[in-house]
Every structure is written in C-alpha cells, then in structure tokens.
C-alpha cells in the first residue's frame, strides 16, 4: 500500500471511532503528539506525588494517614500505566524522564504550587483531582487504544481521589474557626491554578485543533474548563466557602457561569519553569532517581537471573 492508502484507512478508523493500536499505521505527527502529551500525563501523576507527600509525616490521625498514603501510591500507579501506554509508541521511558529533567518536557502546572496547610491536602483532592477528572473522564474516549483503557481505569481512582478531599474539608469546615479560615485560604490559593490545568485559551493553543481533529482531545480546553466551573459552584455552596473570583456568574443566555481572567502570564512563567516550585520538584524527582538506582538494577539484576534460569 502507497502511503496515502495508509493515511486514508487510519483517518478511516478515526471517523468510524475505531480505536488506533500500536501495531497500526499512524502518521509521524499523531505519535509524536502522543508521546508528548501522554509523557506530559505520565511526568505530572509522578510529580504530583511531592505535593502531598509534603504532608505524609504530620496527617492529623491514622486514618487520614492511611487515606493519603494509598492517594499516593494510586499516583504512582498512574505514572506507571501511562508511561507503559507511552512505551507502546515506541520511546523509552528513561528517555522521557530525562527530558523532564531537562526542561525539555513538561508536567502539570498545578505541581509547581506550594501545599502550605493540612487544609491544601484537601483541595487539592477536591479541585486538582477535581479538574483532572473533568479532563480525563474525557479522554476515556481519546483516539488511541491504550490511552484510552489507561484512562479508564486512572478514572475510577480518581474519583476516589476527589471524594476524599472534598470529605477531608467538609470535617475541617464543621471545626473551629481557624479551620474553617484555613479551608478558604487554600481555596483561594488553588482555585485560579486548578483552572489553569486546562491549558491557555482555545485561541491561543498550537496543539488543539490538530488534536481535536484526530480525536486524541475530544473536548476544547475553554469547554473543559467551564465543565469545571460550572461543575464546583454548587460544592462550594455547600461546603459553605466562597469562590475567589468578584466575576462569578450565572449567565442565562448562555447557560453557564460566566468568570473572571485568569492571570495567563502566571501561567506561562510557571510552564516555562519560573513557578514557585519549579526548581524544587525537579531537584525531588532528581534525587529519587539517584537514590532509587539500586532498585531498579536489583530488579534487572532478579529478571536476567530469572531467564537464565528458564533458558
Ligand atoms: N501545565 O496547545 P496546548 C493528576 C502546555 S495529574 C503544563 O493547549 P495540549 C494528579 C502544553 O503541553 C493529571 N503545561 O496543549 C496527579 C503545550 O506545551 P508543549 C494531569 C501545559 O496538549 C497527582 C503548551 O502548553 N493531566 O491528576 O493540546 C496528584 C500549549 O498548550 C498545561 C494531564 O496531563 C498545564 N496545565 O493541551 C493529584 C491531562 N497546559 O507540549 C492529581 C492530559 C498546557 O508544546 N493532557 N500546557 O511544550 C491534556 O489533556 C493536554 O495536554 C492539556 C494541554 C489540556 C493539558
């Protein structure tokens, strides 16, 4: 078959919602679109993990202990399934990591944001996993298979995820006033970033349209984003916390809430590696891969013994 023949059954398979596997044939673009959108996933999940582990050694009680620490280890498990998903188009994951650490790759933007109260342990379940959520409940459908049953499953934790910070600020906010003045000041500090992790506006985004029209994104950026908003102005009424934002408001005309702007260039610095954390989580995920070596050599060191033996 001619190359076009090619482009036209995967373009074929596109339309028909025919999932594209890794033996198939797809365009050098598509793949490397993936590569670097499901690294960018894969890096955030493993990154995201330092926030909250800042919080590990001081949770109030065993039981919010226990909650966080299998929060995180789920993390983990994401980083890893996506890695694999990205493996499947043909990169090595040292490789990609090594990108990150070199700021040749990117992670969520949301990671590099201090968590500075037992509060922000909570938000950040609620309105980072929150948002991740409304992103990847869509993804579900992204055009390639092992994306897509990826996310299937990431989902399904996720929701744990969410449920478990919003359960942790509603306890806080039947409290004692300072716990309740310290749930509104992490919400204030989350809820602007937590919109951000949708990427910048529609207009301004070199990748959607391409992405779109190959059905890795099945919604726009602004679309998800408002999905958000839309979706947190009732929680936050009855979690009794007000929203941050003096622009917040219902618009009948176009059945949605309308907001305020989000501060882009924020944003940008952030992405580009100027955020309040930036250097620290690279410095973190540098030291785990120096003092994590010895695992992964004992690990190659057990399978070469254990083929030996089956040889
Ligand atoms: N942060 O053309 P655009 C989690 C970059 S973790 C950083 O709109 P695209 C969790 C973008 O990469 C879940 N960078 O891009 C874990 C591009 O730069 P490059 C994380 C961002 O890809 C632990 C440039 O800006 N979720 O749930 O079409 C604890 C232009 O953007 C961001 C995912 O990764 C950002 N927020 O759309 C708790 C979802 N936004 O690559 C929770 C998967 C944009 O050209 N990813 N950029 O250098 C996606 O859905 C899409 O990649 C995005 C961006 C919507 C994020």
Redesign the pocket.
Same mark, same amino acid.
């Given at each position: 078959m001619t190359e076009k023949e090619y482009e036209k059954v995967f373009l074929d398979k596109i339309d028909s919602e025919t999932k594209i596997e890794p033996r198939d044939w797809m365009p050098e673009k598509y793949r490397k679109n993936l590569v670097?959108?499901i690294g960018?996933?894969a890096h955030? !999940?493993i990154v995201?993990?330092h926030p909250?582990a800042n919080w590990l050694t001081r949770a109030p009680s065993l039981k919010r202990k226990a909650i966080l620490m299998a929060k995180i280890q789920d993390?983990a498990g994401h980083g890893l399934y996506l890695y694999c998903a990205a493996e499947t188009l043909g990169v090595d994951r040292q490789d990609m990591i090594d990108a990150m650490l070199e700021g040749k790759m990117?992670?969520?933007?949301?990671f590099n944001y201090p968590t500075l109260s037992w509060a922000d342990v909570g938000t950040?379940g609620w309105l980072?996993?929150g948002a991740?959520i409304v992103?990847?409940v869509a993804?579900q459908r992204t055009s390639y298979g092992p994306y897509s049953r990826g996310m299937v499953r990431i989902c399904k934790e !996720?929701s744990f995820?969410q449920r478990q910070g919003y359960e942790l600020l509603m306890e806080m906010m039947k409290g004692t006033e300072e716990q309740r003045e310290m749930v509104q000041d992490s919400v204030n500090r989350w809820w602007w970033p937590a919109l951000?992790?949708?990427?910048?506006n529609d207009t301004d985004?070199?990748?959607?349209a391409q992405?779109m029209a190959w059905k890795i994104?099945r919604f726009s950026?602004d679309e998800l984003r408002q999905k958000f908003v839309d979706n947190s102005v009732r929680q936050f009424e009855y979690l009794g916390v007000s929203i941050p934002d003096p622009d917040l408001k219902w618009n009948e005309e176009r059945g949605h809430y309308d907001f305020g702007e989000i501060n882009w260039d924020e944003f940008y610095q952030v992405?580009s590696g100027h955020g309040p954390c930036n250097r620290q989580r690279i410095e973190q995920r540098r030291r785990a891969q120096e003092d994590g070596a010895w695992v992964v050599e004992a690990a190659e060191a057990f399978a070469a013994k254990q083929s030996a033996k089956a040889a």
């Open positions: 670097r959108q960018q996933h955030s !999940e995201g993990m909250e993390e990117k992670y969520a933007s949301i950040v980072v996993d991740a992103n990847q993804l !996720e995820h951000m992790m949708f990427g910048p985004s070199p990748h959607s992405s994104k950026n992405i």
